[in-house]
């Protein structure tokens, strides 16, 4: 069979040129290679997302009943703040950039990233711009509490923390853009004889756009607090009224930078989705160019789109029906994306294991959470629902049981491949049952809250509130601890267990599939032959 | 007709779901966003009912089609798969009705948006200025202005570990020492603006969320047809104490807010020493 070919051609390769992994902390420190510093990358997000979870669990700890028991609201605040930044570049974006790392070169047939030194740079950025973050917490004044937004004048009254904050969220920018201009020019440069753009497969496409937004963006927001920065310590008055400047200004660059941001968390999501269903539909995915389309149509509209975060901040009324209407236009390419994996699964044979599972549920949830982000787009009826718990349950609803649901769907689907080792089949299935009630015991309750009048970032609320925040609160937890069991049947299947086969799964598409379980140090020294 | 089904199947459903956990308290379960008694409060609901509507009926068909999907086209039912991967006609299909549902959706929306920002003809205008933590209201057609607080009753329960049981204050963290009062039916347009940071004043049944921000002056309106005690938060995160800078609106018949008038402008919370006294505070 061709794999076995493609396999032993390239272990073949390797025992000429010696170019095994080093041994120790080496390896790890001055790698260059894709899967090491992929895996890194998922090793550093899964840290940082139990990191943002033990604060959610603070915020989740203090909502659990009215009344102030646990923490001062000014702390509630750090909490809130810091669990936002981190989920957002800590947890969400480092893993589909492991994610990228591990699979894109393999699915395109590379040896490797094109330029795998700054890869290694753009790793090792993080783990210091993240100490650095946390480590306001423990400065005088406490962390930053103005929110992940940083909305001033309220972010000018952090204390010793806005500089370290403002470094740390440029430094995590630089990583993302080296990242970003990692994949573009290993997409652009490194696809196997054969695999034209409209071959690659679907979650290439997604990071190829992804990329490109995270270039086009991050500049936007490092200028934003540089801004900040200038504003607080060299006299200039961008953002202060006093001085003649504008603080609404601030949100508008924040949100130009921001709405791209969300899509740079979902687009990925979206690419993983679309290797899954297929696999386990035992069917081709349907629409594989619309696919490509509406991706591209949800970027290009991910620009135009951003000041409908702040609809309550006084813009003239052209301005608030341009943006009303951009917006909804958002829902036509994400329904046809939708409406594809549904038409993927239609008529397939489906089996339902746990990357599959996850991957319905994304399906499910991140509808849901599609909906109330069209009900936020109707301008009049967002008065109502700006800064509430409905917008807290939105956003949820897109990035838990959407983006991670299908970073663990892919980690799941991937696991085999990675450690040549089948993950345990019945506790994933556990987790994800497990995760799948819990996280919506969180969060349904949230849009009930805001529809109720419950403002979001606030410690403290209104008896009436009582109930849907205690059952939010259970969700919460119970959440939080089937992420443990995550991290047990990852290292579980690391360390061992059943023998993967190099196809995995049942009938699989895509290059990856060809090479070993686990694959080779270097994956296609010779490039496939794509027909 | 359709939009009492869908709300009370609506509530329903959720009942049965709340009912497991608490069955006593069901009365205080709001679910749903309050109707209101302003004009515009009632076309903002019906909007909000309207666009859920849409999202719930093309939920039942999506979800649905993918359900049976997930019982029918199984491996462990022995079927083979199709092949099939195209589909020019239903892709245009499913671009094309998503399409005119947003359109048909998108009208409504920006005539209500109209609406909500037309603030001219007002009967009286009052000057909202947020602070680090409570608001200040000006009567700026007349000589009135005074700070508006979270009440002490709230203030002490809400200490960490206060002793205080949250359920036994009444209105806990949504009442104030002095309330904005408002005449009824009289269309009140609100200027609005901030001293420090950015806050926003929201009161729910009056469907007004504005933000509040040093340097900008923004309009908002209502004009409430119902005589009664509203209640509201700021809703823009301004430090510390967000949560704790309630907004109420005391609306009064006609002849109970001129004899509110009367007393303000003879005496007690407009005077300079009282303003004086509650800037200490």
């Known amino acids: ?531 | 007709m359709s939009r009492t089904i869908l709300n009370r199947l609506h509530s329903a459903a959720l009942a049965l779901f709340a009912s497991a956990f608490a069955p006593a308290a069901l009365a205080d379960w709001a679910l749903n966003m309050p109707v209101g008694v302003t004009e515009v409060s009632k076309e903002v609901y019906g909007l909000h009912m309207l666009i859920l509507g849409v999202c719930v009926a093309i939920a039942i068909v999506v979800f649905g089609v993918m359900i049976v999907s997930i019982f029918l086209h199984r491996k462990s039912r022995g079927v083979e798969p199709a092949q099939f991967y195209h589909s020019t006609k239903a892709e245009i299909i499913w671009t094309v009705i998503p399409i005119i549902i947003l359109i048909a959706m998108a009208v409504p929306a920006a005539e209500g948006l109209i609406k909500v920002e037309d603030t001219r003809n007002a009967d009286m205008t009052v000057k909202v200025t947020g602070y680090q933590w409570r608001w200040r209201y000006d009567y700026l057609d007349h000589d009135i202005g005074f700070y508006s607080t979270l009440d002490r009753e709230s203030n002490q329960a809400r200490r960490v570990n206060s002793g205080t049981d949250p359920f036994s204050v009444e209105n806990y963290l949504l009442e104030v020492d002095h309330p904005l009062v408002v005449p009824v039916g009289a269309k009140v347009r609100l200027l609005l603006t901030a001293a420090d940071v950015l806050h926003a004043w929201w009161v729910p049944d009056l469907a007004v969320k504005k933000d509040a921000i040093p340097g900008y002056i923004n309009e908002a309106w209502f004009k409430a047809d119902v005589p009664g005690i509203y209640r509201g938060q700021c809703a823009e995160l301004c430090g510390r104490d967000h949560g704790f800078m309630p907004v109420v609106v005391h609306v009064l018949e006609r002849d109970e807010y001129d004899a509110w008038l009367v007393e303000q402008t003879t005496d007690k919370v407009a005077s300079p020493e009282n303003v004086a006294a509650t800037r200490k505070l």
């Open chain 1, 1 to 531: 069979m061709s794999q076995v070919d493609t396999h032993s051609h390239t272990d073949h390769h390797d025992d000429h040129h010696d170019h095994g992994p080093a041994k120790g902390l080496k390896r790890w420190l001055f790698t260059t290679n894709h899967k090491d510093i992929g895996t890194m990358y998922l090793i550093f997000s899964l840290v940082m997302f139990m990191t943002g979870g033990a604060m959610a669990m603070v915020i989740r700890a203090e909502l659990f009943q009215p009344g102030l028991q646990l923490v001062e609201p000014g702390f509630f605040n750090q909490m809130t703040t810091m669990h936002a930044l981190i989920m957002v570049f800590g947890a969400v974006m480092p893993a589909t950039v492991g994610l990228a790392n591990w699979m894109i070169p393999i699915m395109i047939g590379a040896p490797d990233m094109a330029l795998p030194r700054m890869n290694n740079w753009s790793f090792w950025i993080l783990p210091f711009a993240f100490t650095m973050l946390l480590s306001t917490l423990i400065m005088p004044g406490g962390g930053p509490a103005g929110g992940w937004t940083m909305y001033p004048p309220l972010i000018q009254q952090t204390g010793v923390a806005l500089p370290f904050l403002i470094f740390a969220i440029h430094m995590m920018g630089v990583s993302s853009i080296m990242g970003a201009i990692n994949i573009v020019v290993t997409i652009m440069n490194m696809r196997a004889p054969g695999m034209t753009l409209l071959k690659m497969p679907l979650f290439v496409w997604t990071w190829l756009i992804t990329a490109y937004l995270l270039v086009a963006v991050m500049p936007v927001l490092a200028g934003g607090v540089t801004m900040l920065l200038t504003d607080q310590y060299f006299g200039t008055t961008f953002f202060n009224a006093a001085g003649g400047g504008d603080p609404v200004m601030f949100q508008h660059i924040f949100w130009f930078f921001g709405h791209p941001e969300v899509y740079i968390m979902i687009l990925p999501a979206f690419g993983i989705i679309s290797e899954i269903i297929p696999t386990f539909s035992r069917k081709p995915l349907f629409g594989y160019e619309s696919m490509v389309y509406a991706t591209a149509s949800i970027a290009f509209l991910s620009f135009i789109v951003w000041a409908h975060h702040m609809f309550t901040v006084g813009m003239p009324i052209a301005g608030q029906l341009f943006f009303m209407f951009s917006t909804m236009m958002i829902a036509v390419p994400t329904g046809v994306k939708v409406f594809n994996w549904i038409s993927t699964m239609w008529r397939g044979a489906m089996t339902f294991e746990t990357p599959m599972l996850f991957s319905l549920a994304f399906v499910f949830l991140f509808t849901i959470g599609g909906f109330s982000g069209l009900m936020l787009a109707i301008a009049p009826a967002d008065f109502q629902y700006h800064d509430t718990y409905f917008v807290v349950a939105h956003f949820h609803y897109v990035l838990v049981p959407g983006a991670v649901f299908a970073i663990m769907a892919g980690v799941y689907y991937w696991l085999p491949k990675w450690t040549g080792n089948m993950y345990d089949e019945t506790l994933g299935k556990v987790h994800f049952w497990m995760s799948t009630i819990f996280v919506n015991v969180l969060f349904f309750p949230q849009h009930f809250l805001g529809l109720a009048g419950m403002p979001r970032r606030i410690p403290d609320y209104a008896t009436q509130f009582a109930d849907f925040n205690m059952i939010s609160s259970i969700g919460g937890f119970g959440f939080g601890l089937s992420q443990l069991l995550f991290i047990y049947v990852v290292i579980k299947c690391a360390k061992g267990g059943v023998k993967a086969t190099d196809k995995v799964w049942d009938e699989p598409r895509g290059l990856e599939w060809t090479l070993s379980s686990p694959p080779p140090y270097h994956s296609f020294s010779v490039a496939p032959e794509i027909k």
